[in-house]
């Protein structure tokens, strides 16, 4: 069980690092899917299933969600500003 | 300042953080040996005083209820906060976009994804309503629970789109319920004032403990949570996914 716990707390590490070295921000949502997930596993090998229940459903779902989310809203903005300065304010939208 | 002195100066800040938290960590207690008297009292009260079998759901909804009211109206503030923020995003742009932008969605999800989605749709509702009403028996609890109810209506959308998962939630609906959610906890508190007890003591019947109905408030207040759970999540999706995909492909 120890070595288990020991091997968890190592693979934490390291996926927390690899979030951290991710430096493209649409990549980094599935890292930390991944970071949960593991911190997922560690929490049961450290039996506290109450905190993998909330970690599996904040860390790989709420959290990379939002963060993709708001990543889309970003680039949808920057997009829209694109397409605005291209034309000019008076001529209006063609739609 | 160029990036080596950075890197050094890095190197400090990390080192003594390091340092400390070895400190700190070295006379920590283990597992093994953990002789806290909240543990106690909590390991020793939590089935016979409340008769709730999960100690750590006994203690965010009952022993230390108060705690969650905050968190409960953290979550509820949150929610509320961003989605003023979006809306007034959305109010900005009223008149149509330009069609330079492409529909965001146009490509349907394959049928595999869509077969599979259907088939999962209805256990995983199965699923959150288990966790959220057996709270104070197993893991769980209103928490947990209302997080995979919300995502089992994003999985529809992952399969659909946006009119599908507008079509079948009604956002009045999802807000009246999140209200309900947040006020229903903080009624429930004011039950054992009937009793001239104070704010959220466990004042109803205890029950039979390993069975759905025990635990006194404890289940109550975890489908109160799950209420609240539910709906902000959905509520955070609406706007986002609202904000995001149909402007651009009404």
Known sequence: MILIQLMLLLLVAISGTAVVFARDPSTQPVGIGFFGLILTVMFMAFRAPDVALSQIVIGTVGLPLMILLALAKMRRDAQQRETAEKRPAKEGPAR | ?250
Not at chain 2, 52 to 73: H, I, L, M, P, S
Not at chain 2, 119 to 125: E, G
Not at chain 2, 147 to 167: C, R
Not at chain 2, 201 to 206: S, Y
């Open chain 2, 1 to 250: 300042m160029n990036s080596s002195m950075r890197m050094v100066l890095f190197f400090f800040g990390a080192a003594g953080i390091a340092l400390l938290l070895v400190c700190a960590f070295v006379r920590l207690p283990g597992p093994q040996n953990l002789r806290s008297r909240y543990l106690k009292r909590i390991n020793d009260g939590a089935v016979p005083e409340r008769n709730a079998t999960d100690a750590v759901t006994a203690v965010n909804f009952d022993y230390r209820g108060f705690d969650t009211v905050g968190e409960e109206f953290i979550l509820f503030v949150s929610v509320m906060g961003s989605m003023v923020l979006l809306r007034q995003a959305s109010e900005k742009r009223d008149q149509p976009l330009p069609d330079a932008i492409t529909p965001a969605r146009d490509v349907p999800a394959s049928d595999a994804v869509r077969l599979w989605i259907l088939m999962m749709v209805a256990p995983k509702i199965l699923f959150g309503i288990y966790i959220v009403s057996h709270g104070q028996l197993t893991p769980g609890g209103g928490f947990q629970g209302g997080v995979i109810l919300a995502s089992s209506a994003l999985i529809i959308y992952v399969g659909e789109n946006f009119e599908v998962f507008k079509k079948i939630l009604s956002h009045p609906l999802i807000e009246t319920a999140e209200g309900a959610g947040a006020g229903l906890f903080v009624l429930i508190g004011m039950i054992a004032w009937f009793w001239g007890r104070p704010f959220l003591t466990n004042t109803l019947p205890l029950g039979q403990t390993n069975e759905l109905t025990s635990a006194g408030t404890i289940p109550l207040i975890s489908l109160a949570t799950g209420l609240e759970v539910t709906a902000g999540f959905l509520l955070l999706l609406f706007a986002f996914l609202q904000e995001t995909l149909t402007a651009s492909s009404e």
